[in-house]
């Protein structure tokens, strides 16, 4: 059965590959300086689940962008410059071989704009597994609070003020 699971996603890598951008994330093992002339993108991510989770926006030129939310915390990529939509949260377990889709609603009604010299807040993004008696459910969450992110964004990397946060939301 994994092998089938892993062929599986194989195939969906090798199908969707020419469609998506890979985003470079930001090293937080090292203090880093972010640069007046990049655009970036970033959140917090809270879960209680060990399962990788990718977060896909639809980007400029009909791409996809897949940014890698497997070990939750404080996320920052570096995107090019344009107007991206979130489309979907997608979850990766081993009872549903296609994964698991969650569309978070507060950010897929709106189109975000990331442009350079800034980091575009997408806000606290939340993924609980509940475990039921013969089923397994997935709640997702989301909050906005610019204020916590800010801080710590400043406490992983040095932001100068040249380099404005703005929220993707409310």
Not at 84 to 111: A, D, F, K, M, T
């Amino acid at each position: 059965m994994k092998s089938v699971r892993a062929f599986f996603l194989a195939c969906l890598v090798v199908a969707l590959g020419g469609c998506y951008i890979i985003p470079h994330a930001v090293s937080i093992q090292e203090r880093t300086t972010l640069t007046p002339d990049k655009s970036y993108v970033g959140g917090i991510f809270l879960t209680n689940m060990t399962e990788p989770m990718v977060l896909y926006m639809d980007a400029p030129n009909d791409n996809l962008v897949a940014i890698d939310l497997y070990r939750g915390g404080l996320f920052l990529v570096e995107l090019p410059p344009g107007q991206y939509r979130v489309h979907h949260l997608w979850i990766y377990s081993s009872s549903e071989p296609q994964g698991i889709y969650r569309v978070i609603p507060e950010l897929s009604r709106q189109h975000i704009m990331v442009s350079p010299g800034q980091v575009t807040y997408l806000g606290h993004l939340g993924v609980a597994k509940n475990w039921l008696i013969f089923e397994t459910r997935y709640e997702t969450r989301y909050a906005f609070d610019r204020m916590e992110f800010e801080a710590l964004l400043g406490s992983s990397y040095d932001v100068p003020p040249s380099v404005a946060i703005v929220g993707a939301a409310k």
